[in-house]
């Protein structure tokens, strides 16, 4: 299983490569998370929706994608909080309380899930979610230790010492957990950018001080050109290229933005830049402003009329600039969005 001190910090991809080496050594391996939240979904066969990220986790371990690898799937919807996804198919929107109160329920599908997956498989690969030392939910979580405990598992805790302070969050993730440390076999260190040597003592020490071992260092990833799940990863500087003779497209980075994996395709072509940003000379000086999908269309358009930017796409639409919505983002360009059953939060 693989846990990390925080979100972002590797674990879908690393989750991802473990399912395709396995698979390359003759196992029939499956990956599994339990609960996810993601914008980003992909649709099985059957027509239930998981996570992107199990998706492509399943295609790295050579099988079809289903819904018992990720049984739990939160979408945010806004102030009303989030609709959860049970087993692929939508159980009803909830507040974060409402949720917790329905976590028994969730837990069942969990390990129902669980049983299918490890009956059918040589070998389940299992990610966690976010980290597994937020003290507020260690009784609520049913993602992280508490997988853990149901599979018994072989943690290892992922951190990224791209940000900083990989070795205190990989210290401080073992101490709050107290008794459910001893499900942590191993420290992987991602995102590595220099010389090992010089990170070499810092390894040693950290085992000292918890007992466990740094079992791997994986090196600085620069766009893989795999899709992503969580908006949080797209960055203002996301784009292909940047001589002056590119044809420059603007998505707007909104709060909210879902299946922005759909402009993906425009990363591999050369003489296209892609940026992500709501900022006026990123929008002014584009060819082409693309207003994507969106989790919540109204509470999207509220937030780009609060900032400006609607004023700023009618500016780009005179100077000649295209305009192009997609789902939710062409119900943003209709003259009238009518919510009266508030479906949308």
């Known amino acids: 299983m693989f846990q990390g001190t925080g979100s972002g910090v590797g674990k879908s991809l690393i989750a991802a490569a473990f399912c395709r080496i396995l698979k390359r050594r003759g196992y029939r391996v499956a990956p599994f998370k339990s609960q996810n939240m993601a914008l980003n979904s992909f649709v099985t066969r059957e027509g239930g929706e998981i996570g992107r990220a199990q998706a492509l986790q399943a295609e790295a371990a050579g ?5 018992y690898m990720n049984p739990v799937l939160l979408k945010a919807s806004g102030q009303k909080g989030a609709q959860v996804i049970v087993l692929g198919r939508v159980h009803s929107t909830m507040s974060a309380k409402q949720y917790y109160s329905f ?7 969990v390990k129902k899930a669980w049983s299918l ?27 992280n230790m508490a997988v853990a405990r ?9 951190g990224d010492i791209d940000r900083g302070g990989v070795f205190a969050s990989l210290y401080g993730t073992v101490r709050l957990l107290e008794e459910d440390s001893a499900f942590i076999k191993g420290f992987i ?24 071992p740094v079992v791997g ?23 292909g290229a940047s001589e002056k003779e590119m044809v420059k497209i603007t998505v707007l980075r909104l709060p909210y933005i879902s299946n922005f994996t759909d402009f993906d395709p425009f990363l591999c072509e050369p003489e296209v830049s892609l940026l992500y940003s ?21 509470k999207d358009l509220l937030y780009l ?16 600039i295209p305009v192009v919505g997609v789902c939710g983002g062409y119900q943003m360009m209709g003259a009238v969005i009518r919510d009266p059953q508030l479906i949308e939060g």
């Not at 099988?63 to 819904?67: G, H, I, L």
């Not at 059918?120 to 009784?139: F, T």
């Not at 070499?200 to 000292?208: A, D, F, R, V, Y």
């Not at 900032?307 to 700023?312: E, F, I, T």
């Open 103 to 109: 976590k028994n329920e969730a837990w069942e599908a």
């Open 117 to 143: 997956l490890s009956s059918q498989y040589d070998v389940v690969v299992i990610e966690g979610a976010g980290s597994p030392a937020e003290i507020n939910l260690m009784d609520k979580e049913i993602v």
């Open 278 to 298: 709501l900022r006026a000379e990123d929008l002014l000086n584009s060819d082409m402003v693309i207003i994507p999908g969106t989790k919540n269309t109204t």
């Open 217 to 239: 260092v994986i090196p600085y990833l620069d766009r893989t050109g795999l899709p992503e799940e969580d908006g949080l990863s797209l960055n203002y500087g996301f784009n």
């Open 305 to 320: 009329k609060e900032q400006g930017v609607d004023r700023v796409l009618k500016r780009a639409v005179r100077k000649g």
């Open 150 to 158: 149901l599979t018994d598992a072989r943690v290892f805790l992922i």
């Open 189 to 212: 260190i991602n995102k590595f950018r220099g010389d090992l040597q010089i990170l070499e003592p810092g390894n040693k020490l950290i085992e000292q001080k918890t007992g466990i």
């Open 63 to 67: 099988v079809e994608p289903t819904v």
